[in-house]
């Protein structure tokens, strides 16, 4: 018979008991040990990094709020919203608005006059109160376009939609005097302003 190698033996063994070591690990060290270690490090991980990003914006809050303030202080200096508190005010607010702005374009209405004003019914609830005038003027061009960018240009933010422009034949301007045609414009439009979400309006509507 062979003779027995103690040596070889021996490394058989230690390969066995490694190898026993390394299923026991598999089967009952690391499914219970090394895998909730691992789950509570990467949680340990994500903490100090939402705590790193609250650090820092504790550090940005005095900027932050300098920031809001600004923006708080120009926005009551240009209002985007009209200020009245029901349609009706606001609906005369934009007539009042129209006939400054064509008063201003042409004094006594010797050239840009009003032919109709007529307030507009929302047929659906919108998320902001909308307020809106169909409004017809018979103007002369400068004074038309004059008109439009003070309604537009100025506040609180008016907008003009629908505009239609027609060319009169035949402009009569009593700033001429002489009845003599000028080359007027017949524009229809609708002006419209939002009023501000009532009160008790849903978070997402302001």
């Keep these: 018979m062979p003779a027995a190698n103690p040596d070889r033996d021996r490394w058989l063994a230690l390969g066995i ?24 490090d990467g949680r340990i991980g994500d903490l100090q990094q ?17 920031r809001l303030q600004a923006l708080r202080a120009e926005s009551a200096r240009m209002p985007g919203f009209m200020p009245q508190r029901s349609p009706e005010l ?32 929302e047929a659906r609830q919108q998320r902001f109160p909308r307020v809106a005038v169909q409004v ?6 400068p004074e038309l376009a004059a008109v439009l960018h003070s309604l537009e240009g100025g506040s609180p933010r008016l907008f ?26 017949d524009a229809s439009f609708d002006l419209y302003g939002y009023l501000q979400p009532p009160p008790g309006a849903p978070a997402d509507a302001r």
């Design 160 to 185: 003009v939609d629908n505009l239609n422009i027609l060319t009169l034949g035949s402009f009569r301007s009593r700033a001429n005097g002489d009845g003599q045609g000028s080359g007027g414009l």
């Design 136 to 141: 017809r003027l018979r103007c002369g061009n």
């Design 17 to 40: 008991l490694a190898a026993l070591l390394g299923l026991a690990y598999l089967v009952l060290v690391h499914p219970w040990w090394t895998l909730p270690m691992l789950e509570v």
């Design 90 to 121: 606001a609906t005369s607010a934009l007539v009042q608005r129209l006939e400054t702005a064509v008063l201003e374009a042409s004094p006594g209405n010797r050239s840009c006059a009003i032919i109709n004003r007529s307030p507009l019914t």
């Design 50 to 66: 939402r705590d790193l990003r609250a650090r820092m914006e504790l550090r940005q809050a005095p900027e932050v709020s300098k």
